[in-house]
């Protein structure tokens, strides 16, 4: 208790002290504001350099894909591989299945290629892929209302992903689990293409923009259960 | 120990029996964060509630305390722009037990919603139809008043007065203060009365639902808890303040300020009471009865006939008429057991009218073939509504010790000699001696 | 773009038919994802979208009499456009009416469990989660890509297997057309019926079943022309989509609330 | 909450007014406290409150 | 003072960062999809035709599949049995797929505990166990229960027994046996019996819960909706106001077992007022006269009335309206059919029916003819084998007094404390769990004790556990199995039951296991299936139905239509049988009585059956437990219907707890006060009270097997108890 009052009375003497100073000394104030502006800067820093570099864990893609080079073999474009099936689903990234196709043998002298073959094909395992533009479970997302009714192209959400001959590195949100696709590279969550964020108000904006039936009697915009399930 | 942050011309009671009696509502305070805990990390399942009891007792915890703090925006509406100026002797008080009320509140809603985490939606993501979005918005942005009103009553320490800063800081907020009364009295109307609208506007709910004014925008709930709140919210600070000053063994707050507050009180109660009466009149003989419900539906033949018409008749006339007639006529008013009694029945019956429109409003069965639901909640639910309690305790305590809350309490208690200020070498145990309940052994000052 | 007309999607129960097997409720829950827990007999906790409630005439044996009552959402209207007893009290648009189709939505992921929704249905319709949906190991390979999985602390009620209306409209956009048939949207209750006894399709399309045997009155606010039809606690003015079919006098008059004098009449 | 950002937002009677009194009475709080600190800041500088002590 | 001003900096600079909305929009992302929720995975999308086999029903199913996973079963459009319909035990299969009820891998037995073995082990212990019996001259003490009698799985064990030298394979006995009792001793020669529901226009059942599992749950149900569109009648006969009863346009409440009585006493009236059709009697049956003497004679509406508690009044109406509807119809078997009652019952029922002229006519009651596709050549027996063969069947049956019934498994505690002949040593269990669906679970657990039990048993239910040896076999999503009827269907339909999904486990076919053992017994055991596994036999024995019945799923005779055909009476005298051998005792109803005295027991329990319990060997899945209402069961409490007049004489309120005590077992209950049921009953459901690996199902309730005794019926042999007496005290 002895320790607990001696403290109390340090404090309330440096308090004193402090206060004196305050108004008699204009360079107390000095540190004072210098303080401020070290602590503004600093937060600064943690907030727009070390908050991302640290929310974010880069991940590999298990296989080094090129999608340009595919783009030059294929006939059909992004549908050769990204196809909709008869009952109007979307098969999204292809499976095993379908890069046996063409794959069931080494082709050329891609050491990529040669490892995709030996690690998967041959083991037929399937790639797991790490999906830069996975939604959360609650987004129906209907390809066939975008591709084939309203005549979207991919390019709008996903961006000129054919011209890539590499794939980017998948940074996953180490808190909801996600790519950073979806909230976008910039941190403020600004954009400049339209492909550049995928949360629920990009689809909104759009769905706004082109949509002139409003059906939801709370938002009058389109209702929830368009892109809920 | 701690004499240099007690006010000037006070006595308070020794650091030890202080803080043994921290350490004790702590205690409580403690079993109240386990169960919240428990809810947080478990689940909702840790209640009695369930889907025929979605909104239990921490809804009429909400609305209960929320009644009884808007003594709160009451006195500061009559003492800042009414200009009934007796009333800043009470204010302060009225202030903290406001800014109480309404951080229980806030803290209850955090453990009731199925998803904390997820709360700010209600602003971030709001549909001003609900009642409940009015209540989220105004009951912060209120929220935000007190502190601020709350603030000045902290720097007024004697050690924080000291910084010029704080100092002036204090004084000019006093300055403005008006200002702010008048913004929390016009965000109190709104959140007061939101919080009536929310079982008003359940037309699902043939007990609950009141007819709107102008057909469409409020039920007549909305009015009729702004107005109970602001009756009975008074009652609830005079209630403290009696209590504060028995527990103190001194007067805090000269006669003339209470009576002026009991007195507009009584007014406030009896003309909503007789609007109640009325609402109660139209919903029973006319609401009600046009969705196929009459009145013995909602009071007869529940199990154990716990809702029966005893109900109505406490809320309205032992808790209503009964408190009005104490609080305004003067000679009953000055008679301490009939004041006494008054505000006890005033807060009782706004907790009543609370509990009715939550809970019997859930009891009762609507489709026919369905029966009535009741409830009883479990520890968790009971521990985390007396967390706020204790947590209420705990800031009295420490701010009546340490904060300047009573302006008259230095001239009603002249002491002699006055301490000194900065000296802690006299023990103050035997200076000042609390009188608590009988049988409370001696605290002894502690070894300093 | 073409505007494609509004549907009004509603359901007629026939209570002669249902003998209050429970596949409706079953069917239920296999199609869209519903937790089940060790315990689920305290149906005050219990998650079920449908639910069969079983009414009485009251009458001592022999008299008795007993009629199987499922009930599923309502999908309120309200009196003016969507102004059901549900969405309009919910605070962060967790729940909304869609004017397209007539469903009331729960949008699991927005809701932050106030549980308002729930106090103002006055069905019942709406469940709590009180508990974190667990299934068995292995058992969880049962479930259904098409609804999303909620989560402990959220509401959730019948969607009228809305995602049903999603797939199939995505079959249609393939197909190159842009409205279904009536038999391409059927809720999983109707389907699975042993007893045919669950009618679903638009209350708006003269052609379809539902609206032959319910016979909305749209000016009225849906009321049925059909004597033997009527909704549930109709006189509150919720104006449910849901139609029940009853060639019992005392069933019908169970649906809703009179005064003692009404009875008499 | 916010118009143009949030996606509830709706341009209509309810809202402006509802937000309105919303932002009116924050606004008044933000100014009354601008004022406060402000004033304060010049007060103190000017040298006001210590005779206090 | 420095550092809050470095802090107000920070929060300051902090403010102007998007961190706090990030985290804060991270967090509640978060909260929804937290990583213990589980995400279903997408992927395209197939169906598949199917049989259910979960229940004598036989619907056919559309399985749903996600990539290789099953998420729902839903009924198949237009098949004959539900059309498009199911019921919740089908749509709840997936659970029993995905459950942690399942046996993964073979089990054996070492010190009372299971211990996992290979495949190869468990076939070379069967085959070693078989083979000693047989060396030890015992090889008619193996057994083989089974769930049913039809189709290839069920003849590969009989076949396997047989050339093993045993006759002694037992099928679970159900209303289906009665009824093909009867037709055999009425009509002659063996058929199962089918009913034309769909185009009668006046059903009246005898306690048949038709809409509560009787014959196939869906048709059933489906046939009901079309009465109510055509305005037929439908009256139930039934102590209890059961689902079935509710749904009737009359509820004739009668005192439990006096059911055949009231049948009688209807044809007694019919008679008495010639409504009956004088085609059909005079020109198609044989001993009318006498019988029609007995039944005027003993059973007027006075004596009826009497015996039955049915007002007088009530009988005569209800028989006119039978007499004078254009397609009467009346049914017997008392719940979901599954214990197989007294066949004086059928007979009246049946009796009733040929009066008013409905036997092989629309609306009517059919003979359908068993399935014929299994033609297996017939093996050749060793020595040992003849020697077993000629030892016959332990239950006796097909002899003698029990000389209608093909199999009584319900004999087995006598037979054992009798001693009056040796009871099996092995046993083969398939398809069924005699420890729980036995009336009397006790005495038949006790039975059981030194008998070595093989389960094939997909689950770990109350049998299996009793095991010594599991060899679980697929379930009926994972296998292939030919499906040859539907109960009461009125046409003949053979169904094909398809591996949906890959076995989830290291499970094995119970077809490929007898082929595989057989081939390990080698000699002329191995000679006698002659196939290399289970699919090759079933493809072989269906012929040229494998190939449509891969296709849809199911194959039914298109033109089969007996109606008006009279020539089917395969009896003596070629005509229908109103009494078989002339003999006038089979008439006279003497009602079964229940076990237990009637001073120390005042109450009767009579169980019931309900759609939310399935009562068979499979217990509830967790879907299924969670329609159960909570008036049947209450946490873990059971509770028992009783009329509140009854519970007031015994001043027993609503939901109190109370000892049920019957002559063979004691439960704690609690109280249900329910208008819907006669005085003086205890109504308790069936299908509670498992003891089985799976916490969603074990420990619920009481198993009301355990509490009723069996009564082995005079006239087959089969159990005929509907009630046993019993009493409530206050806990």
């Given at each position: 208790?002895?320790?607990?009052?001696?403290?109390?009375?340090?404090?309330?003497?440096?308090?004193?002290?402090?206060?004196?100073?305050?108004?008699?000394?204009?360079?107390?104030?000095?540190?004072?504001?210098?303080?401020?502006?070290?602590?503004?800067?600093?937060?600064?820093?943690?907030?727009?350099?070390?908050?991302?570099?640290?929310?974010?864990?880069?991940?590999?893609?298990p296989?080094?894909?090129?999608?340009?080079?595919?783009?030059?073999?294929?006939?059909?474009?992004?549908?050769?591989?990204?196809?909709?099936?008869?009952?109007?689903?979307?098969?999204?990234?292809?499976k095993l299945e379908?890069?046996i196709?063409?794959?069931?043998?080494?082709?050329?002298?891609?050491?990529?290629?040669?490892?995709?073959?030996?690690e998967y094909v041959e083991k037929e395992r399937e790639v797991p892929w790490?999906?830069?533009?996975?939604?959360?479970d609650?987004?129906?997302?209907?390809?066939?209302?975008?591709?084939?009714?309203?005549?979207?192209?991919?390019?709008?959400?996903?961006?000129?992903?054919?011209?890539?001959?590499?794939?980017?590195?998948?940074?996953?949100?180490?808190?909801?689990?996600?790519?950073?696709?979806?909230?976008?590279?910039?941190?403020?969550?600004?954009?400049?293409?339209?492909?550049?964020?995928?949360?629920?108000?990009?689809?909104?904006?759009?769905?706004?923009?082109?949509?002139?039936?409003?059906?939801?009697?709370?938002?009058?915009?389109?209702?929830?259960?368009?892109?809920?399930? | 120990?701690?004499?240099?942050?007690?006010?000037?011309?006070?006595?308070?009671?020794?650091?030890?029996?202080?803080?043994?009696?921290?350490?004790?509502?702590?205690?409580?305070?403690?079993?109240?964060?386990?169960?919240?805990?428990?809810?947080?990390?478990?689940?909702?399942?840790?209640?009695?509630?369930?889907?025929?009891?979605?909104?239990?007792?921490?809804?009429?915890?909400?609305?209960?305390?929320?009644?009884?703090?808007?003594?709160?925006?009451?006195?500061?509406?009559?003492?800042?722009?009414?200009?009934?100026?007796?009333?800043?002797?009470?204010?302060?008080?009225?202030?903290?037990?406001?800014?109480?009320?309404?951080?229980?509140?806030?803290?209850?809603?955090?453990?009731?919603?199925?998803?904390?985490?997820?709360?700010?939606?209600?602003?971030?993501?709001?549909?001003?139809?609900?009642?409940?979005?009015?209540?989220?918005?105004?009951?912060?942005?209120?929220?935000?008043?007190?502190?601020?009103?709350?603030?000045?009553?902290?720097?007024?320490?004697?050690?924080?007065?000291?910084?010029?800063?704080?100092?002036?800081?204090?004084?000019?907020?006093?300055?403005?203060?008006?200002?702010?009364?008048?913004?929390?009295?016009?965000?109190?109307?709104?959140?007061?009365?939101?919080?009536?609208?929310?079982?008003?506007?359940?037309?699902?709910?043939?007990?609950?639902?009141?007819?709107?004014?102008?057909?469409?925008?409020?039920?007549?709930?909305?009015?009729?808890?702004?107005?109970?709140?602001?009756?009975?919210?008074?009652?609830?600070?005079?209630?403290?303040?009696?209590?504060?000053?028995?527990?103190?063994?001194?007067?805090?707050?000269?006669?003339?300020?209470?009576?002026?507050?009991?007195?507009?009180?009584?007014?406030?109660?009896?003309?909503?009471?007789?609007?109640?009466?009325?609402?109660?009149?139209?919903?029973?003989?006319?609401?009600?009865?046009?969705?196929?419900?009459?009145?013995?539906?909602?009071?007869?033949?529940?199990?154990?006939?716990?809702?029966?018409?005893?109900?109505?008749?406490?809320?309205?006339?032992?808790?209503?008429?009964?408190?009005?007639?104490?609080?305004?006529?003067?000679?009953?008013?000055?008679?301490?057991?009939?004041?006494?009694?008054?505000?006890?029945?005033?807060?009782?019956?706004?907790?009543?009218?609370?509990?009715?429109?939550?809970?019997?409003?859930?009891?009762?069965?609507?489709?026919?073939?369905?029966?009535?639901?009741?409830?009883?909640?479990?520890?968790?639910?009971?521990?985390?509504?007396?967390?706020?309690?204790?947590?209420?305790?705990?800031?009295?305590?420490?701010?009546?010790?340490?904060?300047?809350?009573?302006?008259?309490?230095?001239?009603?208690?002249?002491?002699?000699?006055?301490?000194?200020?900065?000296?802690?070498?006299?023990?103050?145990?035997?200076?000042?001696?609390?009188?608590?309940?009988?049988?409370?052994?001696?605290?002894?000052?502690?070894?300093? | 773009?073409?505007?494609?007309?509004?549907?009004?999607?509603?359901?007629?129960?026939?209570?002669?038919?249902?003998?209050?097997?429970g596949s409706?409720m079953v069917a239920c829950m296999s199609e869209n994802n519903v937790p089940f827990r060790e315990d689920e007999?305290?149906?005050?906790?219990?998650v079920?979208?449908?639910?069969?409630?079983?009414?009485?005439?009251?009458?001592?044996?022999?008299?008795?009499?007993?009629?199987?009552?499922?009930?599923?959402?309502?999908?309120?209207?309200?009196?003016?456009?969507?102004?059901?007893?549900?969405?309009?009290?919910?605070?962060?648009?967790?729940?909304?009416?869609?004017?397209?189709?007539?469903?009331?939505?729960?949008?699991?992921?927005?809701?932050?469990?106030?549980?308002?929704?729930?106090?103002?249905?006055?069905?019942?319709?709406?469940?709590?989660?009180?508990f974190d949906p667990v299934w068995p190991h292995g058992m969880e390979k049962s479930l259904s890509p098409d609804v999303s999985v909620r989560m402990?602390?959220?509401?959730?009620?019948?969607?009228?297997?809305?995602?049903?209306?999603?797939?199939?409209?995505?079959?249609?956009?393939?197909?190159?057309?842009?409205?279904?048939?009536?038999?391409?949207?059927?809720?999983s209750?109707?389907?699975a019926?042993?007893?045919?006894?669950?009618?679903?399709?638009?209350?708006?399309?003269?052609?379809?079943?539902?609206?032959?045997?319910?016979?909305?009155?749209?000016?009225?606010?849906?009321?049925?022309?059909?004597?033997?039809?009527?909704?549930?606690?109709?006189?509150?003015?919720?104006?449910?989509?849901?139609?029940?079919?009853?060639?019992?006098?005392?069933?019908?008059?169970?649906?809703?609330?009179?005064?003692?004098?009404?009875?008499?009449? | 909450?916010?118009?143009?950002?949030?996606?509830?937002?709706?341009?209509?009677?309810?809202?402006?007014?509802?937000?309105?009194?919303?932002?009116?009475?924050?606004?008044?709080?933000?100014?009354?406290?601008?004022?406060?600190?402000?004033?304060?800041?010049?007060?103190?500088?000017?040298?006001?409150?210590?005779?206090?002590? | 003072?420095?550092?809050?001003?470095?802090?107000?900096?920070?929060?300051?600079?902090?403010?102007?960062?998007?961190?706090?909305?990030?985290?804060?929009?991270?967090?509640?992302?978060?909260?929804?999809m937290w990583p213990w929720i589980p995400v279903p995975q997408d992927g395209e999308v197939s169906y598949e035709n199917s049989v259910c086999t979960l229940c004598p029903g036989h619907c056919g199913i559309t399985v749903k599949k996600v990539e290789n996973r099953v998420v729902k079963i839903e009924g198949m459009?237009?098949h004959?049995v539900n059309?498009?319909?199911i019921c919740l035990l089908g749509l709840a299969g997936v659970q029993l797929l995905y459950g942690s009820r399942r046996v993964k891998t073979p089990l054996k037995k070492v010190n009372g505990k299971f211990v996992k073995i290979s495949w190869d082990e468990a076939v070379t212990e069967v085959a070693s166990t078989i083979e000693t019996m047989?060396?030890?001259?015992?090889?008619?003490?193996i057994g083989c229960l089974s769930g049913t009698n039809r189709g290839t799985v069920p003849e590969l064990l009989k076949r396997l027994l047989?050339?093993c030298?045993?006759?002694?394979f037992f099928h679970m006995?159900s209303?289906?046996?009665?009824?093909?009792?009867?037709?055999?001793?009425?009509?002659?020669?063996?058929?199962?019996?089918?009913?034309?529901?769909?185009?009668?226009?006046?059903?009246?059942?005898?306690?048949?819960?038709?809409?509560?599992g009787?014959?196939s749950p869906v048709?059933?149900?489906?046939?009901?909706?079309?009465?109510?569109?055509?305005?037929?009648?439908?009256?139930?006969?039934?102590?209890?106001?059961?689902?079935?009863?509710?749904?009737?346009?009359?509820?004739?409440?009668?005192?439990?077992?006096?059911?055949?009585?009231?049948?009688?006493?209807?044809?007694?009236?019919?008679?008495?007022?010639?409504?009956?059709?004088?085609?059909?009697?005079?020109?198609?049956?044989?001993?009318?006269?006498?019988?029609?003497?007995?039944?005027?004679?003993?059973?007027?509406?006075?004596?009826?009335?009497?015996?039955?508690?049915?007002?007088?009044?009530?009988?005569?109406?209800?028989?006119?309206?039978?007499?004078?509807?254009?397609?009467?119809?009346?049914?017997?078997?008392?719940?979901e059919?599954s214990?197989?009652?007294?066949?004086?019952?059928?007979?009246?029922?049946?009796?009733?029916?040929?009066?008013?002229?409905?036997?092989?006519?629309?609306?009517?009651?059919?003979?359908?003819?068993?399935?014929?596709?299994i033609?297996?050549?017939?093996?050749?027996?060793?020595?040992?084998?003849?020697?077993?063969?000629?030892?016959?069947?332990?239950?006796?049956?097909?002899?003698?007094?029990?000389?209608?019934?093909?199999?009584?498994f319900?004999?087995?505690?006598?037979?054992?404390?009798?001693?009056?002949?040796?009871?099996p040593d092995v046993l083969f269990v398939s398809g069924a769990n005699p420890l729980y669906t036995i009336?009397?679970t006790?005495?038949m657990n006790?039975?059981l004790n030194?008998v070595k039990i093989i389960s094939f048993s997909s689950y770990m239910d109350e049998t299996a556990d009793k095991a010594d040896l599991i060899l679980p076999n697929h379930v009926f999503l994972e296998r292939y199995e030919d499906v040859p009827a539907s109960a009461?269907?009125?046409?003949?339909?053979t169904g094909l039951s398809k591996p949906v999904v890959s076995p989830q486990f290291n499970t094995r076919h119970v077809g490929d296991v007898i082929i595989q053992v057989a081939k390990k017994l080698g000699?002329?055991i191995g000679?006698a299936f002659p196939w290399s596994d289970y699919k090759t036999c079933l493809e072989e024995t269906l012929?040229?139905?494998w190939?449509?019945l891969n296709q849809t799923g199911f194959?039914?005779?298109?033109?089969?239509?007996?109606?008006?055909?009279?020539?089917?009476?395969?009896?003596?005298?070629?005509?229908?049988?109103?009494?078989?051998?002339?003999?006038?005792?089979?008439?006279?109803?003497?009602?079964?009585?229940?076990?237990?005295?009637?001073?120390?027991?005042?109450?009767?329990?009579?169980?019931?059956?309900?759609m939310r319990l399935t009562g068979g060997y499979i217990g509830n899945p967790p879907y299924l437990m969670k329609t159960v209402?909570?008036?049947?069961l209450?946490?873990n409490?059971?509770?028992?219907?009783?009329?509140?007049?009854?519970?007031?004489?015994?001043?027993?309120?609503?939901?109190?707890?109370?000892?049920?005590?019957?002559?063979?077992?004691?439960?704690?209950?609690?109280?249900?006060?329910?208008?819907?049921?006669?005085?003086?009953?205890?109504?308790?459901?069936r299908g509670l009270g498992h003891n089985v690996n799976d916490r969603f199902l074990a420990g619920k309730g009481?198993n009301?097997n355990?509490?009723?005794?069996?009564?082995?019926?005079?006239?087959?042999?089969?159990?005929?108890?509907?009630?046993?007496?019993?009493?409530?005290?206050?806990?």
């Amino acid at each position: 208790m002895s320790t607990l009052d001696d403290q109390a009375k340090e404090s309330t003497d440096e308090a004193a002290v402090e206060s004196t100073e305050a108004i008699q000394d204009n360079g107390t104030g000095g540190y004072i504001i210098l303080f401020f502006i070290l602590g503004f800067i600093a937060s600064l820093l943690v907030g727009w350099i070390a908050f991302p570099m640290a929310l974010y864990s880069k991940k590999e893609q298990p296989v080094a894909f090129n999608h340009a080079l595919h783009m030059d073999e294929v006939e059909n474009g992004c549908e050769s591989c990204h196809f909709f099936r008869d009952d109007g689903s979307y098969s999204g990234v292809p499976k095993l299945e379908q890069c046996i196709e063409c794959h069931e043998e080494v082709q050329g002298d891609n050491e990529n290629e040669a490892h995709f073959v030996s690690e998967y094909v041959e083991k037929e395992r399937e790639v797991p892929w790490l999906i830069y533009s996975k939604q959360p479970d609650c987004v129906f997302f209907s390809h066939a209302a975008h591709v084939l009714k309203a005549k979207m192209d991919c390019v709008t959400c996903h961006g000129p992903v054919g011209e890539m001959e590499s794939l980017p590195v998948y940074e996953e949100n180490r808190i909801t689990g996600y790519s950073r696709e979806v909230w976008g590279k910039n941190i403020a969550g600004l954009k400049k293409n339209s492909w550049d964020r995928m949360k629920m108000d990009d689809c909104a904006d759009c769905h706004k923009e082109s949509n002139n039936k409003v059906t939801s009697v709370q938002t009058e915009k389109d209702a929830c259960f368009v892109c809920h399930k | 120990m701690d004499s240099a942050l007690i006010p000037n011309g006070v006595k308070r009671c020794s650091m030890g029996k202080f803080l043994l009696w921290n350490s004790i509502i702590g205690l409580v305070l403690l079993w109240g964060v386990f169960a919240l805990l428990l809810c947080w990390i478990k689940g909702l399942n840790q209640t009695n509630m369930n889907n025929a009891y979605g909104f239990a007792l921490w809804i009429w915890a909400d609305l209960a305390v929320i009644a009884l703090g808007g003594g709160a925006f009451f006195t500061g509406f009559l003492r800042y722009i009414v200009g009934k100026e007796e009333l800043k002797n009470i204010i302060n008080y009225a202030v903290l037990i406001g800014f109480i009320c309404y951080s229980a509140a806030q803290l209850i809603l955090g453990i009731d919603i199925g998803q904390p985490l997820r709360g700010w939606f209600i602003f971030w993501h709001a549909n001003i139809h609900s009642m409940l979005t009015e209540v989220a918005f105004c009951l912060s942005c209120y929220f935000i008043v007190l502190c601020i009103e709350y603030i000045p009553l902290i720097l007024e320490n004697r050690q924080t007065d000291k910084v010029p800063f704080f100092h002036n800081l204090t004084h000019n907020m006093h300055e403005v203060m008006a200002i702010f009364a008048a913004t929390g009295a016009f965000l109190s109307f709104f959140h007061q009365g939101s919080l009536g609208g929310v079982s008003g506007v359940l037309f699902g709910r043939p007990f609950g639902f009141r007819e709107h004014i102008f057909g469409t925008i409020w039920p007549y709930t909305f009015f009729l808890f702004t107005w109970s709140a602001a009756a009975c919210g008074p009652c609830f600070t005079i209630l403290v303040t009696k209590i504060t000053e028995k527990i103190a063994g001194k007067k805090l707050v000269k006669d003339n300020v209470i009576d002026l507050l009991a007195k507009i009180s009584g007014w406030m109660i009896l003309t909503y009471i007789i609007a109640k009466t009325a609402d109660t009149l139209y919903w029973a003989f006319v609401t009600a009865p046009s969705t196929g419900f009459i009145l013995a539906k909602f009071y007869t033949e529940n199990p154990g006939s716990v809702y029966g018409y005893w109900i109505l008749f406490l809320e309205i006339v032992i808790c209503g008429f009964v408190p009005a007639l104490f609080l305004i006529v003067k000679k009953w008013r000055r008679t301490p057991v009939l004041l006494w009694t008054a505000i006890i029945l005033a807060v009782i019956g706004v907790s009543l009218n609370r509990w009715v429109l939550v809970l019997q409003v859930l009891a009762v069965p609507v489709m026919p073939f369905t029966d009535w639901n009741i409830y009883f909640p479990s520890w968790q639910e009971i521990a985390t509504t007396i967390l706020p309690v204790a947590y209420g305790i705990l800031l009295i305590m420490i701010s009546y010790r340490y904060l300047p809350i009573f302006p008259q309490e230095a001239e009603l208690n002249p002491i002699e000699p006055e301490p000194e200020p900065e000296q802690e070498a006299k023990p103050e145990g035997k200076a000042e001696e609390i009188k608590t309940k009988a049988g409370e052994p001696e605290l002894k000052p502690a070894e300093a | 773009m073409e505007q494609v007309k509004d549907k009004k999607f509603g359901m007629v129960i026939d209570l002669d038919k249902c003998t209050g097997c429970g596949s409706c409720m079953v069917a239920c829950m296999s199609e869209n994802n519903v937790p089940f827990r060790e315990d689920e007999t305290d149906k005050l906790l219990s998650v079920a979208w449908m639910r069969v409630y079983k009414m009485t005439n009251r009458k001592p044996y022999p008299d008795t009499e007993v009629c199987y009552f499922p009930r599923p959402c309502m999908h309120c209207e309200g009196q003016h456009s969507g102004h059901s007893p549900c969405v309009s009290v919910c605070p962060a648009v967790a729940t909304d009416y869609s004017t397209a189709t007539g469903i009331v939505s729960q949008i699991y992921t927005r809701c932050f469990g106030c549980r308002y929704c729930m106090a103002a249905c006055p069905y019942h319709a709406r469940v709590f989660n009180w508990f974190d949906p667990v299934w068995p190991h292995g058992m969880e390979k049962s479930l259904s890509p098409d609804v999303s999985v909620r989560m402990r602390g959220v509401v959730e009620k019948c969607s009228f297997c809305y995602h049903r209306y999603q797939k199939a409209m995505e079959k249609a956009y393939v197909d190159g057309r842009k409205e279904l048939e009536e038999n391409e949207y059927q809720t999983s209750c109707t389907q699975a019926c042993p007893a045919g006894a669950i009618t679903f399709g638009d209350l708006n399309n003269t052609h379809h079943e539902v609206y032959k045997i319910a016979q909305p009155d749209h000016k009225h606010h849906g009321k049925s022309k059909n004597p033997k039809v009527f909704r549930l606690l109709e006189r509150l003015g919720t104006n449910p989509k849901v139609y029940y079919l009853s060639s019992r006098k005392w069933v019908r008059q169970l649906g809703d609330n009179y005064r003692p004098d009404e009875i008499m009449k | 909450m916010l118009p143009f950002i949030s996606f509830e937002w709706v341009w209509d009677m309810g809202h402006l007014v509802f937000h309105g009194g919303l932002w009116y009475a924050l606004n008044i709080i933000g100014l009354a406290m601008t004022y406060c600190v402000l004033k304060t800041i010049y007060d103190t500088y000017k040298g006001k409150g210590a005779q206090h002590h | 003072m420095s550092f809050l001003s470095f802090a107000v900096g920070g929060a300051a600079g902090t403010a102007l960062t998007p961190m706090p909305l990030k985290l804060m929009d991270d967090s509640s992302i978060w909260t929804q999809m937290w990583p213990w929720i589980p995400v279903p995975q997408d992927g395209e999308v197939s169906y598949e035709n199917s049989v259910c086999t979960l229940c004598p029903g036989h619907c056919g199913i559309t399985v749903k599949k996600v990539e290789n996973r099953v998420v729902k079963i839903e009924g198949m459009k237009g098949h004959p049995v539900n059309d498009g319909g199911i019921c919740l035990l089908g749509l709840a299969g997936v659970q029993l797929l995905y459950g942690s009820r399942r046996v993964k891998t073979p089990l054996k037995k070492v010190n009372g505990k299971f211990v996992k073995i290979s495949w190869d082990e468990a076939v070379t212990e069967v085959a070693s166990t078989i083979e000693t019996m047989r060396e030890k001259g015992d090889a008619h003490k193996i057994g083989c229960l089974s769930g049913t009698n039809r189709g290839t799985v069920p003849e590969l064990l009989k076949r396997l027994l047989w050339v093993c030298g045993s006759l002694n394979f037992f099928h679970m006995p159900s209303v289906q046996d009665s009824y093909e009792i009867t037709l055999r001793m009425m009509q002659g020669g063996s058929a199962m019996a089918g009913f034309d529901l769909e185009n009668s226009d006046h059903v009246i059942s005898f306690g048949s819960g038709i809409l509560d599992g009787w014959g196939s749950p869906v048709r059933m149900f489906r046939a009901h909706s079309l009465w109510r569109e055509k305005g037929a009648r439908f009256i139930q006969v039934e102590s209890r106001l059961s689902n079935t009863a509710a749904k009737a346009d009359k509820w004739v409440p009668v005192n439990p077992g006096t059911e055949g009585a009231l049948a009688l006493g209807i044809a007694a009236v019919i008679i008495d007022e010639s409504l009956y059709k004088t085609d059909f009697v005079d020109n198609y049956s044989s001993g009318f006269d006498s019988w029609k003497r007995q039944v005027t004679n003993n059973y007027t509406p006075e004596i009826v009335s009497k015996i039955t508690g049915v007002d007088k009044s009530l009988i005569l109406l209800t028989a006119r309206d039978f007499g004078r509807a254009k397609n009467p119809l009346a049914l017997c078997g008392r719940g979901e059919g599954s214990i197989p009652g007294s066949i004086k019952d059928f007979k009246a029922v049946h009796a009733l029916n040929a009066l008013v002229g409905n036997i092989n006519q629309q609306g009517g009651v059919w003979a359908i003819p068993e399935p014929d596709y299994i033609n297996w050549p017939e093996p050749t027996l060793d020595e040992a084998a003849s020697a077993g063969v000629s030892k016959g069947r332990i239950d006796g049956a097909g002899k003698g007094k029990y000389r209608l019934a093909q199999s009584l498994f319900n004999r087995l505690p006598e037979i054992v404390n009798s001693k009056a002949s040796s009871p099996p040593d092995v046993l083969f269990v398939s398809g069924a769990n005699p420890l729980y669906t036995i009336p009397d679970t006790v005495a038949m657990n006790e039975a059981l004790n030194n008998v070595k039990i093989i389960s094939f048993s997909s689950y770990m239910d109350e049998t299996a556990d009793k095991a010594d040896l599991i060899l679980p076999n697929h379930v009926f999503l994972e296998r292939y199995e030919d499906v040859p009827a539907s109960a009461g269907l009125n046409q003949p339909i053979t169904g094909l039951s398809k591996p949906v999904v890959s076995p989830q486990f290291n499970t094995r076919h119970v077809g490929d296991v007898i082929i595989q053992v057989a081939k390990k017994l080698g000699g002329h055991i191995g000679d006698a299936f002659p196939w290399s596994d289970y699919k090759t036999c079933l493809e072989e024995t269906l012929g040229d139905k494998w190939e449509a019945l891969n296709q849809t799923g199911f194959v039914t005779e298109a033109d089969f239509n007996p109606t008006n055909d009279m020539s089917g009476f395969k009896t003596d005298s070629g005509r229908f049988e109103f009494l078989e051998n002339g003999s006038v005792a089979e008439v006279l109803f003497s009602s079964v009585k229940p076990e237990g005295d009637e001073a120390s027991y005042p109450l009767t329990l009579v169980p019931f059956d309900s759609m939310r319990l399935t009562g068979g060997y499979i217990g509830n899945p967790p879907y299924l437990m969670k329609t159960v209402e909570d008036t049947v069961l209450k946490g873990n409490d059971v509770l028992v219907e009783v009329n509140p007049k009854t519970a007031s004489k015994y001043k027993l309120a609503d939901g109190e707890k109370a000892f049920l005590m019957t002559p063979k077992g004691k439960a704690c209950v609690k109280i249900y006060h329910y208008e819907g049921i006669k005085p003086g009953l205890i109504g308790l459901a069936r299908g509670l009270g498992h003891n089985v690996n799976d916490r969603f199902l074990a420990g619920k309730g009481v198993n009301v097997n355990q509490l009723m005794g069996s009564k082995e019926d005079t006239g087959s042999g089969l159990d005929a108890a509907w009630g046993i007496r019993a009493k409530l005290v206050k806990a």
